[in-house]
């Protein structure tokens, strides 16, 4: 597979998983007006919307073949995958609230689709070439198992 169909293809599946959750978020912010997090879903949709057009607009610079091409397809990777690590990161919620067992599932299922798409953007600039380096956004010191979680990221970022 070549480069070009590489990098399409992990566009394409990022585009994707972002293009649900948003809807998702969407979705989540007209049922449930009264979820005290209502606030995190509508800006998680913006932010999402972003991203989404960001990864288009790389394709479409991508697929033009032009000159600076692949340097904006990179530094608009990094710049979407730096925005999906501080979503994903907030994605827990607002840990004082009593969120519902389906509020809580849609967290994690969030938080798991964000980390497949930052996992596949990574991955798509390592096999075509270019690196990652994308610090993760500062944990508190007594998260843990979040601490190894964001140990794998960088680890993943650097190569």
């Given amino acids: 597979m070549n480069r070009k169909t590489k990098k399409n293809n992990g566009i394409k599946d990022s585009i994707a998983k972002l293009f649900i959750l948003r809807d998702s978020c969407v979705g989540t912010s007209i049922t449930q007006k009264d979820n005290p997090n209502i606030i995190w879903f509508e800006?998680?949709?913006?932010?999402?919307?972003?991203?989404?057009?960001?990864?288009?607009?790389?394709?479409?610079?991508?697929?033009?073949?032009?000159t600076d091409a692949?340097?904006?397809?990179?530094?608009?990777?990094?710049?979407?995958?730096?925005?999906?690590?501080?979503?994903?990161?907030?994605?827990?919620?607002?840990?004082?609230?009593?969120?519902?067992?389906?509020?809580?599932?849609?967290?994690a299922g969030a938080e798991s689709i964000i980390c497949e798409a930052?996992?596949?953007?990574?991955?798509?600039?390592?096999?075509?070439?270019?690196?990652?380096?994308i610090p993760a956004a500062p944990?508190?010191?007594?998260?843990?198992?979040?601490?190894d979680s964001v140990e794998a990221e960088k680890q993943a970022a650097a190569g």
Wanted: glycine letters at 6%; one cysteine or more; proline letters at 0%.
């Fill in 118 to 133: 930052i996992d596949q953007l990574q991955k798509t600039l390592q096999e075509t070439g270019t690196q990652a380096v």
């Fill in 43 to 66: 800006g998680a949709a913006i932010l999402l919307e972003e991203g989404v057009d960001i990864l288009k607009s790389a394709k479409q610079k991508i697929d033009s073949g032009a």
């Fill in 139 to 147: 944990k508190a010191a007594d998260d843990s198992e979040d601490n």
């Fill in 70 to 107: 692949s340097k904006d397809f990179s530094s608009s990777v990094k710049d979407t995958v730096s925005k999906l690590i501080v979503l994903k990161n907030s994605c827990r919620g607002d840990s004082s609230l009593e969120e519902s067992d389906e509020n809580t599932n849609w967290f």
